[in-house]
């Protein structure tokens, strides 16, 4: 069954340019059992996209070559947990790297509220 998807994806890429190919094509992957066969898109758009048009021809690729699968599916691949950080982990991430507020300037330089300060100053002393 991979050497179906393998054919598939060949004959894509010589019938589409690069760019669909890369689009659209590349980026699905492919599951089966004995008489199904899962056509997994990342996301509804590209899977709606791919359906109407491409679902014909792998259809037609299925049944030359796995006469036994009956039916092809079109679904959306399920986003491991494990690879998307909770918001939680990320925002302690952020928190454990953020500087404090009373972190020492480096000598020779001014925060902006300094140069304001100072700024202000300077303007005040050459008034009228």
Known sequence: MENFWTHCLERFKKELSA???????????FEHDQHKIKILAPNKFVQQWV????????????KEQLPD???V???IRAIKESIVP??????SKALAISPPNNVAEAPGHETTKKKCRRHIKRSQSFGP
Do not use: G, M, S
């Not at 890369?22 to 992957?29: E, R, V, Y």
């Not at 359906?51 to 299925?62: M, P, S, T, Y």
């Not at 909770?86 to 925002?91: G, S």
């Open 19 to 29: 760019q669909q190919f890369n689009t659209w094509i590349k980026p699905l992957k």
């Open 51 to 62: 359906k109407d048009r491409f679902a014909q021809k792998i259809e037609v690729l299925a």
């Open 69 to 71: 699968v009956t039916k």
């Open 73 to 75: 599916e079109f679904a």
């Open 86 to 91: 909770k918001k939680e982990a990320v925002l």
